[in-house]
């Protein structure tokens, strides 16, 4: 967390049909802190990798990477969407209004 921040209580973001719950922290501000990820299959390779890729996301948000920085260096399917989870994860709160 950056010094004299603090972060807010974290708030559920869903999609259908996507096999992820997420969740997000943000800053007093209102900025993005931090991001959950996980699947209903705790334990498996997954749910493994999605935890881990959101706790490496969440770090980079705490010392400072711009959101979109960090949704344009994720991989992306030849029509623009998201590949993975963090970078769906990360679409959907950029679509969504808080």
Known sequence: MLAGTGVARPA??????WPYTAGVGRFNDGGLA???LSTAKHGTAVDL???D???AASLLLQHGCP??????AL????DGSASGPL????????????
Do not use: P
Request: hydrophobic content about 55%; overall charge positive; charged content about 25%.
């Open 67 to 72: 959101v979109d920085t960090l949704r344009r």
């Open 34 to 36: 931090e991001i959950f």
């Open 49 to 51: 990798n999605a935890r």
């Open 87 to 98: 970078a769906r994860a990360l679409d959907l709160l950029a679509e969504a209004v808080f």
């Open 53 to 55: 890729a959101a706790v």
């Open 12 to 17: 559920r973001v869903a999609a259908y049909s």
């Open 75 to 78: 991989t992306r399917n030849s």
